[in-house]
């Protein structure tokens, strides 16, 4: 089974969005006071990052799936 490029793209920017978006549902849902972040003295959480790398390589896979599809 092969997993074309636009479906490795779908996945991973599902999968980023998530990620990308948990930080901020924890701070609305009240489980994330923003004294807690200051006391972890990080602007954003690893989830975040990983979130923003999966949404750039799902832009990346997207631009290629293109590419390779001829439009």
């Known amino acids: 089974m092969t997993i074309s490029l636009d479906l490795l ?3 991973c920017a599902t999968i980023g969005f998530g ?3 948990w930080p901020v549902i924890q701070r609305l849902r009240g489980l994330d006071t923003p004294q807690k972040a200051m006391e972890r003295s990080q ?6 990052w990983l979130g923003f790398v999966l949404i ?3 832009l990346l896979f997207q631009r ?8």
């Open 64 to 71: 290629l799936a293109s590419q390779q599809g001829g439009g």
């Open 9 to 11: 793209a779908k996945i």
């Open 43 to 48: 602007l954003k959480s690893r989830e975040w």
């Open 56 to 58: 750039c390589l799902a």
């Open 19 to 21: 990620l990308f978006l």
